[in-house]
């Protein structure tokens, strides 16, 4: 009986050592030196949560995108095309389901098994949760409204729609993967959002390369190099390079200057303001600087093409009208006068840092600063001009309309106070009001305005503004439909546009299309038609600026506004 039972235990030995998973580990092909600490910068008040579903504000995000990892990655121009926790991705030939193989025989920070159940539970009993995480779960929900049904097969995770959903498929690519062992009795509880709290970051689990050594609120948050990570340089070495980032909270950007010119913070990102006093002192200190690409958000100025009043309505709906603001604004000076000189003009919807920025609106519709050119195309649009040489339209009104922006915004007020000037020597009148941001949002979103100055974030990928080009999406300020607030917007003066509508009908098709060429020639066509109609008129941004001391080596060769100094961070390393 005993040989028996021993040779039924070798046989389960020998089962489970068959079993036994070669780990699936990522090689970068990196050639640093392990060891030293990164000391960066953080300006406010830390950290408000660890928690990633709840974190919104930089400060909390900077450090739990640290401690945890997604599906893939973005390249360093903000492209999903680097396999992360999944080694590959494929649609299936109708596009509706999307597949990830995850990687096996990995571990989490704290050891534990990471398994395809984690990625299984994070999205079908955490994400997809509406309650469950701060933004809820529609960016998970296809054109009708449904989640997806998720299967696993083996390593093989699938996700299927009722219908093609590539902007779906990147949210859960990009989601990050929480441990369920950890957070799973939360969730049972109902209450992950009361998880990882600040005094948790001694507890936190993740598949990221560093995870919280130390913290003191309101001070710093030391984090230490994840012993587990699942990425390797050729050599042979288990990254992160670096042993310890110290993010230390500083009060304002003046301070973090200081702190850099001293030596004590390795990397920053300088205000324009700056850049003649980094450039100065770089050689002597040995800073390695840099300039990259334009910002991807823009402030541009919108008109009410459904004014309540028709003679406003006739030049707001009239295109060289606002063509002739565009060619009227000189953005140089702009650019000269706010960030000395280290900005770019923009002319459309996407930022020339995008993948997706199609470089033949430049040529197909240069608008460079030309009073002549806008002379030109106000007469094209019909208007004239009086014997005292003010600008009227073909009845006879004199051009005169109320512009705004949020009070305090020094970059916003300049352009405001430049437009006014270029009006002026068109004949044109502005009258520039300054208002309370709340205020002007509200006047923005009823709509209850003339012209509007103001601005968004932007993205690399143009999808994400959907709810700024689709006829019906929430912030559609140009030309709201009547269902969009009765109360205000009369059906009777409202005209959808046959290019506004063909802009609907792209953002519509690009949600479903996932051919990525096919895609990006639907967005393409998107800048054309915003770059000849001008539904927004848009200014200008600033360029990505940088400072790191020398003995610091970036993975990123060319910092850029979609992928900065921190891009792969794991294969940074100091001398």
Sequence with gaps: MKKLLLVMLVALVAVAAMAQVEPEYRIDPYEGKPGGTLFLGSIGTGPRTFNPFVAQETSSTDITDLMHQSMFNSDNTGMPTIPALATEWWFSEDGRTVYFRVRQGLKWSDGHPFTIEDVRWTFEDLYFVNEFTRNGNATYKDAEGFLPEVEVDGNVISFTWTEPNVWSFRAIGWGQIMPKHVLDEYVQAGNPIEAWTLADWDKIVGMGPFMIESFTEGVRTVMRKNPHYWIFDEAGNRLPYLERINYEVVGSQDVLLLKFE???????????????????????????????????????????????????????????????????????????????????????????????????????????YSITRARLELRRGGF????????????????????????????????????????????????????????????????????????????VDPGSGWNVWRIDGGLHS????????????????????????RIHEIFVRSVGEVDEQARWDLFAEFQMIVAEYQPYVYTITQNYLYVHKDSVHLANPHPNPAAGTLWQIHGIWKD
């Excluded at 004239?384 to 006879?396: K, T, Y």
């Excluded at 004199?398 to 068109?426: C, P, Q, Y």
């Excluded at 109360?487 to 546009?497: C, M």
């Design 384 to 459: 004239d001009w009086d014997a005292q040489g003010r600008l009227i339209d073909s009845d006879g009104n004199r051009v005169e309309f109320d512009l705004s922006t949020n009070a305090g915004n020094i970059t916003r007020e300049t352009i405001a106070a430049i437009l006014v000037d270029g009006a002026a020597k068109l004949g044109m009148k502005i009258n520039y009001a300054p208002a309370d941001f709340n205020l002007l949002v509200g006047k923005l979103l009823t709509p209850d305005y003339d012209a509007i100055l103001i601005g968004l974030t932007g993205s």
């Design 478 to 501: 140009f030309n709201y439909p009547p269902e969009y607030n009765p109360d205000v917007i009369d059906p009777d003066i409202y005209e959808a546009f046959d290019w506004e509508k």
């Design 262 to 368: 001293a030596g004590e913070i390795d990397i920053m990102g300088p205000r324009a303001a700056d850049w003649p006093r980094i450039v100065e002192q770089a050689e002597e200190k040995g800073w390695v600087y840099g300039v990259g690409g334009p910002g991807l958000g823009s402030d541009f100025i919108t008109f009410n093409l459904g004014h309540p009043d028709p003679v406003k309505r006739s030049w707001f709906r009239n295109v060289h009208f606002r063509r002739a603001i565009q060619y009227m604004m000189d953005k140089e000076s702009i650019i000269d006068t706010l960030f000395n000189g280290l900005g770019t003009a923009i002319y459309g919807p996407v930022s020339p840092s995008s993948g997706f920025f199609n470089p033949e609106i430049l040529e197909a519709f240069p608008y460079r």
